[in-house]
C-alpha cells in the first residue's frame, strides 16, 4: 500500500462485513475523508438509490463520532447523495481505517428532499441494547443528530 492508501475494514459484531482499498483525500487527526470505488459486486438497489459498479464515495470517518458520512457520486460525477452508516468512532492504525457497523443507517438524496432513516429493525434485533447499553444510546443519539445536521444540509457540515 502507498503512503496514500488505506484499507477500509467494516465490521459487524466478530466478523469482516467488507474490506476494500481506498485513497486517504485528508486527515487531521479528528477526521480521515477518503475517496474509494463502490466496493461491492454488482448493482445495489435499495429502492430509493441504485449503487453500482463506477460509483465513487467520498466516505468521512471520526475518531470522536459515532457515525460516518458517504458522498455517492454516480460514475458521470453527478451527486446521488449521502449514505451515512452509524458506528463506533473509526480507529485508524497501520494502514486501515476500522469501524464498527451498528446498524442503523440515514439516507439524504442530492437535493436534501428524501431524508430516511434506515434499519431500525435490524438495530432492534441486534440485541445491542441488552449486550451494551450505553453504545445503543450512542448509537441512537448519533442517528438522531445527522438527522436534525441532514434537514439543515450535510455539505456544509462536511466543509463541501
Excluded at 83 to 90: E, S, V
Amino acid at each position: 500500500m502507498s503512503a496514500r492508501s488505506v484499507e477500509v475494514v467494516l465490521v459487524k459484531g466478530t466478523r469482516t462485513k467488507i474490506r476494500y482499498p481506498a485513497e486517504l483525500v485528508a486527515d487531521d487527526g479528528t477526521r480521515l475523508t477518503v475517496r474509494a470505488p463502490w466496493a461491492a459486486e454488482g448493482v445495489r438497489d435499495f429502492g430509493f438509490v441504485r449503487f453500482e459498479p463506477g460509483d465513487v464515495f467520498l466516505e468521512h470517518y471520526w475518531r470522536d463520532r459515532w457515525y460516518a458520512v458517504k458522498e455517492v457520486r454516480a460514475a458521470d460525477g453527478s451527486l446521488k447523495g449521502w449514505y451515512c452508516d452509524i458506528t463506533r468512532p473509526a480507529a485508524v492504525a497501520g494502514g486501515e481505517v476500522v469501524v464498527e457497523d451498528l446498524d442503523l443507517d440515514l439516507w439524504v438524496s442530492a437535493d436534501g428532499s428524501q431524508i430516511l432513516r434506515l434499519d431500525e429493525d435490524e438495530f432492534e434485533a441486534s440485541g445491542l441494547a441488552a449486550a451494551d447499553p450505553q453504545a445503543a444510546a450512542r448509537a441512537r443519539e448519533a442517528l438522531d443528530e445527522l438527522e436534525f445536521l441532514a434537514r439543515d444540509g450535510l455539505a456544509p457540515m462536511l466543509g463541501l
